[in-house]
């Protein structure tokens, strides 16, 4: 359905099963959230909060919280916006289909921003911060966040809509040192549209006006997170995906979307920071307390009926999972595009997204067919890590197809081909001193760690061990020992402490296992905090080895050593201990665990779900 609001699609919702009204009033501070997870890790509807304490709006979640249900809301103009991207990506298509796609040039038309005349749209008025449901998620939250905004700023040298971008930058609405109602945080990073216009202003000495526009049609909220084509604006998807067009206006010289429940207007002035977070974020730790810009309040506008839409991040899965698999389904092969010789490329979900990567390319350079060892894929492999988000991983698992079809998706298996091809005396390729993820606190300072490709092609070079090999059965009691999938073995190790101890007990380990002899079957051991936590479940193990470990101080080899600048060993040592100056993990709070059963019990509005 073509949904006017978002009050249209709850309501259609509703009528096709895919939500639930909670009819209790429930508390904002931590068990809305707790609530949110337990119910989409069910696998549940979506959930419409007509009570929330301390706010006279309702607010919803879960919206997104399945492919299936995704697809449900945009139905209608899934296909269209579909092909509309896929010519983005190719324009030969058209000549190549030509029917096929007669339709989408009049589809993009209709999808162009369309301006009202007049100020503020019927049924808006002025409220404050405070009057909004204050969601906090976690229990060391710096405060409550927007966690679904849709962060709009124009060029300050071009300025106008065609000239904007619209991004999902998460926005602390109080707490730390934000005056209520005034202020309120804005977290990016300055390589982000929204940090190029706030440059360009600067540049010019004057602050940069922002508009944060909250609910709407469901496309809208989606359009904020689209990585598009070239040439394709936010709000010219927003219209496509809706099948309408995005209506806005202006008011006091600030953007408008006529079609959004919530909009705060605000001015971000040159070097003007305040300290933001901690946030519960995607890698399942607490991003913690750094300066970022803070925008002082001009407005806050709220439509009659308004509906707050919220969402809740932490250790995937997580709703931002079904939102990966929908921007997947809907762009296609743009990466393919984007970056010649890449067959697909998957952001690994369970490991936060962005640690790591698993890529199949293509390998037909000359010396391939002679050498059997990895050549084009190297190249393939800087292109991948140059590439926007892309570039924020920290480990690179990268192969060619040969003869079989390979799954990229079926991790476990994928591990197991590149593990028994790959030559650890020359597949390994490190880039140190570099940037990772803003969110990520396992490297040497913020935004700061490293990488390392790991390469593999030709025929299988070793079977895989499937059980705990005997040579290890024979270390200490202490390291318990388990297997986490064939080829990959779990240590128990001490508490880490520092870098320093840290050499001394892997050089002790590496020479307890050198001691036993070759052990081809077995190329990567993972050294952790407990290996029955790491090898209970793939999960685990993706969650814990990726996001607490920076390749360049953390990886460690078995003979390793030199060979002409490049270091090589026999096996792989990861060292995915926690370290002291890692974020903390994310840990609900028990006490709010226990009172949203209320919902769950008989007579609750969740009485039909059954918690875990």
């Known amino acids: 359905m073509n949904y006017r609001n978002l009050e249209e699609c709850i309501i259609d919702l509703e009528k096709n099963g895919h939500l639930v009204r909670i009819t209790e009033e429930v508390d904002p501070h931590l068990e809305m ?9 069910a696998g549940g509807p979506a959930l419409l909060f007509e009570k929330v304490k301390g706010s006279s709006y309702r607010a919803v979640s879960n919206l997104f919280g399945t492919l299936e249900r995704s697809k449900f809301i945009f139905r209608d103009t899934w296909k269209s916006t579909q092909n509309v991207i896929a010519l983005r990506n190719d324009p030969m298509k058209t000549l190549r289909q030509p ?13 162009l921003p369309l301006k009202k005349r007049g100020s503020l749209p019927a049924g808006f008025r002025e409220i404050q911060i405070s009057d909004l449901p204050l969601v906090k998620h976690w229990p060391e939250d710096g405060g409550a966040f927007v966690t679904l905004p849709q962060v709009y700023s124009e060029d300050p040298g ?49 602050p940069l006006k922002v508009s944060c526009f909250i609910g709407g049609p469901p496309a809208h909220t989606l359009s904020a997170i ?100 929908l921007i ?33 390319g293509s390998e037909r350079y000359t010396p391939y067919q002679q050498l059997k060892q990895p050549a084009e894929i190297l190249t393939i492999a800087s ?89 290890l059965l024979r270390l200490p009691e202490e390291y318990q020992v388990k297997l986490v999938m064939p080829g990959i073995v779990a240590l128990q190790g001490p508490k880490f402490s520092s870098y320093a101890e840290a050499q001394q007990e892997l050089a002790a380990l590496k020479a307890l296992i050198e001691e036993q002899g070759p052990l081809d079957s077995c190329p990567m051991l993972i050294l952790c905090d407990d290996s029955e936590f790491i090898s209970a479940h793939l999960d685990n193990f ?4 990726f996001t607490r470990s920076n390749p360049s101080h953390d990886i460690y080899g078995v003979n390793s050593g030199y060979e002409n600048k490049h270091w090589a060993c026999d096996n792989v040592i990861i060292d995915a201990r926690s370290k002291p100056h890692q974020a903390p993990p994310l840990i609900p709070d028990p006490a709010v665990e226990q009172n949203i059963k209320r919902l769950f019990t008989e007579g609750g509005s969740l009485s039909r779900m059954r918690l875990s």
């Open 383 to 471: 292109r991948i890590l140059g590439t926007g988000q892309l570039s924020l991983a920290k480990f690179l698992f990268i192969t060619a197809e040969e003869g079989q079809p390979l799954d990229i998706h079926d991790i476990a298996a994928f591990f197991g081909y590149i593990l028994e091809r790959i030559n650890l005396r020359r597949d390994l390729h490190f880039h140190t001193h570099t940037t990772i993820d803003t969110l990520d606190y396992s490297g040497t300072g913020l935004n700061s760690g490293s990488k390392v490709i790991l390469a593999a092609v030709g025929e299988k070079k070793r079977e895989l061990c499937r059980e705990v090999p005997h040579s």
């Open 328 to 360: 997947h389904e809907l762009t296609g092969g743009a990466v393919k595009q984007e970056i010649p010789g890449v067959k697909e490329v998957h952001a690994v979900d369970a490991a936060g997204v962005h640690p790591l990567l698993l890529a199949i």
């Open 99 to 111: 029917f096929k796609y007669v339709g989408t040039g009049l589809s993009a038309r209709k999808a």
């Open 33 to 41: 959230a707790a609530i949110h997870m337990k119910v989409y890790e």
């Open 158 to 206: 071009k300025p106008g809509i065609m000239n904007s971008n619209l991004g999902m930058y998460r926005v602390q609405l109080n707490g730390n040192e934000y005056e209520l109602n005034k202020e309120v945080g804005i977290h990016y990073q300055i390589h982000r549209g929204i940090g190029v216009h706030q440059a360009a202003a600067n540049k010019l000495g004057q």
């Open 226 to 325: 689209m990585p598009l084509p070239e040439g394709m604006s936010e709000l010219t998807f927003a219209g496509l995906l809706s099948g309408r067009h995005f209506s806005y206006s202006y008011v006091d010289g600030f953007c408008i979307s006529n079609d959004a429940d919530f909009v705060i207007t605000g001015e971000i002035y040159p070097g003007e920071t305040k300290p933001e977070g901690p946030f519960g974020d995607h890698l399942g730790y607490y991003s913690l307390t750094h300066p970022f810009p803070v925008m002082r309040v001009h407005k806050v506008y709220a439509k009659e009926r308004a509906i707050f839409p919220f969402t809740v991040v932490g250790r995937p899965p997580q709703e931002d999972t079904a939102f990966g698999a």
């Open 542 to 545: 993706l969650w814990a080895t």
